[in-house]
Each structure stands twice: as structure tokens, then as C-alpha cells.
């Protein structure tokens, strides 16, 4: 049985990654801030042997105390699945120092020193056909300018550039490293964003949708559900020979060669 570590378990994305991936068999390390809802979660999924750690990746010593943890316990992954705080929109494209040091260590240095502890506890063997795979989820503005996540425009493009230099790193080791780029998605708290816009305008739901999603291909912004399975496509056999890549899930909407 394979084990996957998932971050951000209890957020809308991640419960939707751990019901997907538990159903498929897989046994999980499910990692948030707050316990009480892991175990929660962790009685409500498919299969047995799933453990809980408290993890908040913007606070050193709990990142501490969870890379000890995966250690004390002897956990060995197979695969990690690393959602790392976004940082919320914002027009301001020249933020103050401060600010910017504030979301690096939140987005970005911590949610990395978490991808070390996960990267410590996996022993990849690709000569006997064990390979472990890490899936950073990150946004559109990774590969596309968004006026509006002016923040996100940069955050997102480190966490591109650091898995493709993990990528080169790590391969020989039988490590892959890919990122996952969504779009629109139709996460709770995404939803409640579209029903304020709604209201706002004084549409309903199902208008402002049609109207917000009318620029691209397919038509729609994306469920948990299909980001769930996006995931367990890249910690399975299909991307053994995929590394570096950074995937986009929107739609079609960006645009880029």
C-alpha cells in the first residue's frame, strides 16, 4: 500500500484529494491545523490506517515539530500532495517589504521546509519499481499574468521554478516533482466568492457564473472532485516518465505555448 502525504487536508480541494485517493486505496498522512477536523475526516474516508499530525505551515515550530513527527513515527511516503497558502488577491503590484517578507514565509519558506521533512521520509527504489511523486498545487497566475494577484504572480512562479529545480535534482533518485495550476475552481470558499459577486450585481448564482466563466473553452470552472483526480494521475504509474512539468488545470483559459 502506498502513502501519500496531503497538506491542507480538511480545505475544500484537499477533503475532495483525500476521499479520491483513499478510495483508491491508498493509505494517507493528513496534515491541517486543526485535529480535531483531521480525525473528523479521517473516519469519514475509505479504507483503514490513515494518521493525523497537526501541521501549520506558517509557524516554525509546528513545522518543526511535524517533520519530527513523520520521523518518530517511522513514516515512509510514496507521495506527497503539497497545497501551500495562497495569497489573496490584490491590485497593489509594488507591496512593502514587510508584506512581502510576511507571504514569502507563509507561501512559500514553510510550505518548503514541510516539502524537506516529506522529502526525508521517502526511499524511492526505481530499480525495483518504487518511485515517489510530489504534487505542488499552485494558480493559473503561474503561468499567466493576472492583473488582480499581483502577489500571486510571483508566489506561484517560485513554486514553478523551485519543483523544476527539484525536478533535476531529484530524478535520479526516482523522486518527480510536478505542479498542478488550477483555474476557477468550485472549492467552498469559491463559491461563496462567486455568490457575493452575485449579489453585488444583483444576479443570481447561475448568471454571474455563466457570465464569469464566458471566456473560457470549456465553459465552466473546475470541481474538487476533477482536481482530485488530476492528483492521483500524477502519483500514479501514468507519470513515470513526466517531471518538471507544470500542469495547467483551467479550462483551456490560458493561452500559452
Given at each position: 500500500?502506498?502513502?501519500?502525504?496531503?497538506?491542507?487536508?480538511?480545505?475544500?480541494?484537499?477533503?475532495?484529494?483525500?476521499?479520491?485517493?483513499?478510495?483508491?486505496?491508498?493509505?494517507?498522512?493528513?496534515?491541517?491545523?486543526?485535529?480535531?477536523?483531521l480525525k473528523t475526516l479521517s473516519e469519514r474516508l475509505a479504507g483503514s490506517g490513515h494518521q493525523c499530525l497537526s501541521l501549520d505551515m506558517t509557524n516554525d515550530e509546528a513545522i518543526g515539530l511535524f517533520a519530527s513527527q513523520l520521523s518518530e513515527k517511522g513514516i515512509v511516503l510514496d507521495?506527497?500532495?503539497?497545497?501551500?497558502?495562497?495569497?489573496?488577491?490584490?491590485?497593489?503590484?509594488?507591496?512593502?517589504?514587510?508584506?512581502?517578507?510576511?507571504?514569502?514565509?507563509?507561501?512559500?519558506?514553510?510550505?518548503?521546509?514541510?516539502?524537506?521533512?516529506?522529502?526525508?521520509?521517502?526511499?524511492?527504489d526505481p530499480a525495483a519499481g518504487r518511485r515517489a511523486k510530489i504534487v505542488i498545487i499552485s494558480g493559473i497566475s503561474s503561468a499567466q499574468v493576472l492583473g488582480h494577484y499581483a502577489t500571486s504572480n510571483v508566489l506561484r512562479c517560485a513554486w514553478v521554478g523551485e519543483a523544476k529545480t527539484l525536478a533535476f535534482a531529484?530524478?535520479?533518485?526516482g523522486i518527480h516533482v510536478n505542479t498542478l495550476s488550477l483555474g476557477g475552481t468550485l472549492a467552498p470558499w469559491y463559491r461563496e466568492g462567486i455568490e457575493k459577486r452575485a449579489h453585488a450585481a444583483g444576479m443570481t448564482f447561475d448568471q454571474r457564473?455563466?457570465?464569469?466563466?464566458?471566456?473560457?473553452?470549456?465553459?465552466?470552472?473546475?470541481?474538487?472532485?476533477?482536481?482530485?483526480?488530476?492528483?492521483?494521475?500524477?502519483?500514479?504509474?501514468?507519470?513515470?516518465?513526466?517531471?518538471?512539468?507544470?500542469?495547467?488545470?483551467d479550462g483551456g483559459f490560458t493561452r500559452s505555448y
Open positions: 500500500m502506498r502513502t501519500i502525504l496531503v497538506t491542507g487536508a480538511t480545505g475544500g480541494i484537499g477533503d475532495a484529494v483525500c476521499h479520491q485517493l483513499a478510495k483508491s486505496g491508498y493509505a494517507l498522512v493528513l496534515a491541517a491545523r486543526n485535529m480535531e477536523k507521495g506527497v500532495v503539497l497545497m501551500p497558502p495562497q495569497a489573496h488577491s490584490t491590485n497593489d503590484p509594488m507591496p512593502g517589504s514587510q508584506a512581502w517578507r510576511e507571504l514569502f514565509q507563509s507561501c512559500f519558506i514553510g510550505p518548503l521546509e514541510v516539502l524537506k521533512a516529506a522529502i526525508a521520509a521517502m526511499k524511492p531529484l530524478g535520479s533518485r457564473l455563466a457570465e464569469e466563466t464566458s471566456n473560457i473553452p470549456l465553459g465552466k470552472y473546475g470541481e474538487p472532485a476533477e482536481v482530485a483526480i488530476a492528483v492521483e494521475g500524477l502519483l500514479s504509474p501514468f507519470s513515470d516518465h513526466m517531471t518538471g512539468l507544470n500542469i495547467m488545470h
